[in-house]
């Protein structure tokens, strides 16, 4: 990934004449026009370094001197209601912000570094959750997610990444759910999207409410489904079961590279197999894949390393591969928006014996083929086949995932 600074100059060299309002007015919209999804103002040895994450990958911006962002830093405490004067703990907010007549919040941290505050500021747009094409999933998944969140009762994961969608795929199910007949009670940490007609409740510790606490309280306010931000540990993993047991839907993410080995981090939270079985309903497991940019893409020959990788992954060399050149539209980066990707594990008498034996990856892999299951990689791989992004942001995603 280039790490060039386009427009940088231009961007912060108002410094002279620019108020700090000015410039703060002037990074938020820049960053939201960009779609970026956060502002990182990082204080350096001489000067403060001016980035955003565009499409899930950072960029420079430009550098502005400590002068000129001591004030920055002011306003953007100012707009979040922090302590203007805390300059030593760290602090937390959110910032709401009109851009082109839209209205946008921010989440705010500024924390000390070796060479002074920090700032991270990311943009929570709100997205239409109103069905589950929006990161371009199919119909055919968008129905199998729906038929496993209409029985109402049982657990169903979703697996990914940070910055894999998942917070897109469970409200578009919240959203799918909120028909006025269910109570959908949440616990998030923190609340990204507030959601009119469902109950959420934000955990943490600012808070003092905890995962685990916070379903105990939830289960006793008569609720139909609920979403729990993530199961992390063992006490949340098991009473989050015996809510799904005992006629709710429990809605959860996981940490997992893959379906089945978010099943597993279940069993390896202390979930006992007969429960997991018994209680799990499916788990989705997904990545954004950047799209190349439709106005500067080409066809290339494929490189030994391209060809390594499709024999490895297909057992056969690439057809016509694509990448982007690089142009003014994606901003040098080689790509312009994003594309989900998808598989789902449902849980039926096949995948419970495989569970129940404590099959490892491969041979699920080999079950789950020979019954027409496409997983992640296939589905990253047909992205590629057909032109949509490269073998370069395959590789990112499928195998740096974070
Ligand atoms: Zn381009």
């Known amino acids: 990934m280039s790490e060039s600074a386009p427009g940088g100059s231009t961007l912060f060299s108002l410094s002279g004449m620019s108020s700090p309002v000015e410039i703060v007015d002037q990074v938020i919209s ?71 007549g839209r209205p946008y919040v921010l989440r705010a941290a500024v924390v000390s570094t070796n060479f002074g505050q920090m700032a991270a500021l990311r943009v929570l747009d709100m997205p239409d959750f109103s069905d589950f094409s929006q990161l371009g999933m199919w119909t055919e998944m ?11 009762y049982g657990l169903f994961l979703v697996c990914g990444p940070t910055g894999s969608g998942k917070t897109t795929t469970v409200h578009s199910c919240l959203r799918y759910l909120n028909s006025g007949e269910v109570n959908i009670m949440t616990l998030e940490d923190p609340i990204e999207y507030v959601v009119p007609g469902i109950n959420q409740i934000e955990v943490g510790e600012e808070v003092g409410l905890d995962f685990v606490s916070g379903l105990r309280t939830i289960l006793r306010l008569n609720p139909d489904v609920i979403f729990v931000g993530e199961i992390r540990d063992a006490a949340t993993a098991k009473i989050a079961i015996q809510a799904s047991l ?44 950047r799209r190349v940019c439709d106005h500067c893409k080409e066809i290339y020959t494929p490189t030994p390393e391209d060809v390594e990788i499709y024999v490895k992954e297909k057992g056969s060399g690439p057809g ?11 901003n040098k980066t080689r790509y312009h928006g994003r594309v989900g990707i998808f598989e789902m594990l449902e849980l039926d008498d096949t995948v419970r014996s495989l569970v129940f034996t404590g ?44």
Do not use: W
């Not at 920055?72 to 907010?93: A, C, H, I, W, Y």
């Not at 591969?321 to 539209?329: A, D, K, M, S």
């Not at 590629?384 to 995603?397: A, I, L, N, P, Q």
């Open 30 to 100: 820049q960053a939201v026009r960009l779609n970026a999804s956060d502002i990182l103002l990082e204080p350096q040895e001489k000067e403060v370094l001016v980035r955003m994450r565009v499409d899930g990958v950072l960029q420079s911006f430009g550098v502005m001197p400590f002068g000129s962002y001591d004030q920055v830093l002011s306003r953007v405490k100012v707009l979040g209601n922090m302590d203007v004067t805390e300059n030593r703990k760290p602090q937390e907010s959110k910032i709401r912000f009109e851009v082109d």
């Open 142 to 152: 968008a129905e199998k997610i729906k038929r496993n969140i209409s029985g109402r």
């Open 246 to 289: 005992t006629g709710h839907l429990v809605i959860s993410t996981i940490h997992g590279r893959n379906s089945v080995g978010a099943l597993y981090r279940l069993v390896d939270l202390g979930v006992d197999k007969y429960m997991v079985n018994y209680a799990l309903r499916a788990i989705v497991s997904q990545r954004l894949m």
């Open 320 to 330: 016509q591969l694509i990448h982007g050149r690089g142009c003014e539209l994606c």
């Open 359 to 402: 099959a490892g990856e491969t041979e699920f892999k080999q079950e789950l083929s020979l019954r027409g299951f496409r997983g992640l990689t296939a589905e990253g791989l047909r992205m590629v086949d057909e032109g949509t992004t490269s073998v370069k942001e395959f590789v990112r995603t499928m195998y740096d995932a974070r």
